[in-house]
Structure formats: structure tokens, C-alpha cells
């Protein structure tokens, strides 16, 4: 049996499994769910396509990755979506945390590249730990079905039993996403690690910039991730 922390139950500022909208979605989305391994399904499910991938939302504002809010918006980035899987996992109290990983995407697109000034290194990616069965195993519901299409690569299932981490290959057999480095998992969101790790990886320069550009745009017709070229 791995070791598991009371922390991992409880809500945060952030991880606030126990606002009244995630508890009533927690319950919605587990209702006639058969144990803990059922519910941890359906709400990896309602997460991975209820909640619209969308990498252009303020990164450096808590409200970014706060359970409740991005339930509200219906959209954010993998931790923004992490955030939300795990709260809704502590509110049906399964142990759960979020995980980061670096991982290099493959099949970017266009844009998002010139971006990051042509680094396919994506650091920091979020995904959720949940505690089932004895052992913590890994759920990814960043990208919803719809951006899987897009992008022709399957939608990443979870069982609740095996780790669910991004594909290696798409539909055409390209490269897809490869894993670098596991960076840990905590019982938070470690906002400040995030951007550090993000200005060491992209420039600090580039990483301001993007700050005052999302606080210009967001919400005002900025970057639409969905209508960017698919390389």
C-alpha cells in the first residue's frame, strides 16, 4: 500500500473542493457510480470534455486555477483542469493531488510554437493523482474530444486502475507527445514554481510579455486556440 496524506482530502484555496458548485457537480457527475473507481471515471470524463482546453488564459492569476472558477468559465489549461479533476475528486473524498510533468508536444501548433519561440518543450504540464485501490494513479483530462479531432490523435481514456498519460503517437502514427521529466505532485497549485520554471524555459522576457498580453486580451477576442494550424 503507497503512503497516502490526510492533505490530499482536504480543500485549498485553489483546490476548493468544498465550494457548493463542485460539490453539487461532484455528486451529479458520480451519481450511480459503483465505488470510488466508477466515480473517478465519470469525473475525468465531465472534466476532459466538459471543460474547453484554451492554453491563452491568464496563467499568472489564481483565479486561473481555482476548482470553482474554471467550473465557471468551462474552460482552462491542463493545470487549470487538473485543479478542478482533483477538487472534484477530494469533494466524492478520494484522495487526490495534482502532478507536473515536462513533456515535448510534437504536433504543436503554428502559432503556439513561434509562441515559444520554437521550443516544443512544454514545461510544467498538469495532471491528476488520484488514490485508488492503494496505489496513486495518473488522469490527464486536458484535451477534450473536440481538440483531439483537431489534432488526430484518440481521446485519452482512464479506467482508474493504469495510468493515463498522453499517447506517444497519433492516429498517423507521427510523434506525438513524449514525456522529459516527472517534476513531483503536490497538494496545491504551485503558481510561483510554475512561472519560475516557465521564465527559465522561455525567457523571462517572453513570459512578462505574455502576462500583459493575456491581461489586455483576455476575454476581448484574444488567441483562439482552435482556429491555429495544426502542424
Not at 489564481?62 to 487538473?82: F, I, N, W
Not at 518543450?121 to 484535451?143: I, M, N, Q, R, S
Not at 498517423?172 to 497538494?187: H, I, K, S, V, W
Not at 512578462?208 to 483562439?224: I, N
Request: with cysteine; glycine share 8%; aromatic share 12%.
Amino acid at each position: 500500500m503507497e503512503e497516502m496524506d490526510a492533505a490530499y482530502l482536504k480543500p485549498t484555496s485553489l483546490i476548493d473542493s468544498d465550494h457548493p458548485s463542485i460539490i453539487e457537480l461532484a455528486r451529479k457527475a458520480a451519481d450511480g457510480a459503483k465505488g470510488p473507481i466508477e466515480q473517478a471515471v465519470r469525473i475525468y470524463l465531465t472534466v476532459r470534455d466538459g471543460i474547453r482546453y484554451d492554453p491563452y488564459v491568464p496563467f499568472h492569476r489564481p483565479e486561473t486555477y481555482r476548482a470553482s472558477h474554471v467550473l465557471k468559465m468551462g474552460r482552462g489549461y491542463c493545470v487549470s483542469k487538473a485543479s478542478l479533476l482533483c477538487a472534484l475528486g477530494r469533494a466524492l473524498g478520494i484522495p487526490s493531488r495534482v502532478g507536473f510533468a515536462n513533456v515535448r508536444n510534437h504536433l504543436a501548433t503554428k502559432q503556439m510554437l513561434e509562441r515559444q519561440g520554437g521550443n516544443n518543450l512544454f514545461v510544467y504540464h498538469g495532471y491528476t493523482d488520484f488514490f485508488l485501490e492503494g496505489k496513486w494513479v495518473k488522469a490527464t483530462p486536458a484535451f477534450n474530444k473536440e481538440l483531439c479531432e483537431r489534432h488526430r490523435v484518440l481521446p485519452l481514456e482512464f479506467n482508474g486502475r493504469e495510468d493515463s498519460i498522453f499517447q506517444p503517437y497519433n492516429l498517423e502514427n507521427r510523434q506525438y507527445m513524449e514525456y522529459t521529466e516527472f517534476l513531483g505532485t503536490y497538494a496545491d497549485i504551485p503558481i510561483e514554481r510554475i512561472i519560475a520554471a516557465w521564465e527559465e524555459a522561455y525567457g523571462v522576457e517572453r513570459v512578462r510579455g505574455w502576462m500583459r498580453e493575456l491581461d489586455e486580451t483576455f476575454g476581448k477576442g484574444g488567441p483562439d486556440f482552435y482556429k491555429e494550424d495544426v502542424v
